[in-house]
């Protein structure tokens, strides 16, 4: 347990640009932060290493891309993926939205499944230990 006496100090941002950066997670070996950023006008998946240097973007869709999650060996993302029409800096709760998988250093993502849901459905980590199933929260029958 820690004890803390007086104020709690907060480290420095490691990004600073104009819009929302969210959503961020470090990868398995801890070198990496992945996260989303709205800061190119859509809402994209980013990478930079956990310093805060070079920021990568790792998606550059029509989607509005949210809450990467790295697989336990650290070779894939999966991430929630809202329709063209859903604002950026928005991540309502039961929309339609796409669950996709790409690999981490980028390349075409891969819908796994389709469903209503949004906010709330993946937004902590999901995989399992082994690597083989992501859990998510699904608002369809």
Same mark, same amino acid.
């Given at each position: ?20 950066d ?24 980013? &990478? ?6 070079e ?8 989607y ?18 809202y ?16 669950? &996709? ?41």
């Amino acid at each position: 347990m820690y004890k803390f006496s007086g104020a709690v100090k907060f480290a420095n941002p490691l990004t600073d640009s104009e819009g929302l950066d969210d959503g961020s997670e470090y990868s398995p070996d801890g070198k990496h932060i992945y996260f989303n950023s709205a800061r190119t006008g859509k809402m994209q998946l980013w &990478r930079m290493k956990s310093n805060g240097k070079e920021q990568v973007q790792l998606t550059d869709d029509a989607y509005n891309n949210w809450f990467p999650h790295i697989s336990p060996d650290g070779k894939w993302i999966v991430f929630l993926s809202y329709p063209p029409e859903v604002a950026a800096d928005d991540h309502p709760f039961y929309q339609h939205v796409y669950l &996709r998988k790409m690999p981490v250093s980028g390349g075409k993502p891969v819908v796994i499944a389709y469903f209503y849901g949004g906010q709330g459905s993946i937004n902590t980590p999901s995989w399992s230990p082994d690597g083989k199933k992501v859990a998510f929260v699904s608002n369809s029958d």
